[in-house]
């Protein structure tokens, strides 16, 4: 079962400004905007969101699409974490990264994508589904690994190998993957308690 009303509004407002943010990203860096993990978690996320609306709509939930969506928050989520953790404070100004459209990519999408999960009812998680969290980080880190340390086509936008040095994008693909299951881990946790907690009300009405 699906809150309809404020995962309607909270959805739709995920879309809009999904939307016009990339678009922004992409006038501004075309065609390089698609080379970034945060534009495509965000074009994923606008997918998902979108038919998320519809089955909402239907109100016929759907235990694949609801994977779906926290595969996809917990992409934004990590997005979130890389660029405060790890790349803005590499900047002078630590806000940087979450100035003009990229407030929007960095942290506002991460934030509704979270309040949005947390909407959803009875979603069913299984901590296994951690595991398919994995795949968009994982299948990413392929491409970046060909097209930044073997090809040298792409720079290393992200600094994941700290100057040059390959090997440590080993390392840092172990642990963004480390970071990837405990952040899925954690949504389904409180996915979980938030799902009780209401289930508990719905028992003493």
Request: contains cysteine; glycine residues 2%; hydrophobic residues 55%.
């Amino acid at each position: 079962m699906i809150k309809i009303r404020p995962l309607f509004i909270l959805l739709n407002s995920i879309i809009i400004i999904n939307v016009l943010a990339i678009l922004f990203s992409v006038l501004i860096q075309v065609p390089s905007a698609f080379h970034y993990f945060t534009v495509l978690s965000n074009i994923f996320m606008t997918v998902v969101a979108t038919l998320s609306i519809y089955v909402a709509l239907r109100r016929t939930p759907s235990q694949i699409l609801n994977v779906l969506y926290l595969i996809a928050t917990t992409s934004l989520v990590l997005v979130f974490l890389v660029v405060a953790t790890f790349l803005a404070p590499q900047f002078e100004n630590y806000f940087y990264l979450f100035s003009g459209y990229n407030f929007f990519l960095h942290f506002l999408n991460p934030l509704l994508a979270v309040i949005a999960l947390f909407l959803f009812k009875e979603p069913k998680f299984s901590f296994k589904t951690c595991f398919l969290s994995l795949v968009p980080p994982f299948l990413y880190a392929i491409i970046y690994f060909i097209f930044v340390i073997l090809r040298k086509d792409w720079p290393d936008f992200y600094n994941f190998t700290l100057g040059g040095k390959d090997w440590l994008s080993i390392l840092t693909l172990f642990i963004i993957l480390s970071v990837t299951y405990f952040i899925s881990a954690i949504l389904i946790t409180f996915c979980k308690k938030l799902s009780k907690q209401d289930s508990e009300k719905q028992s003493s009405i």
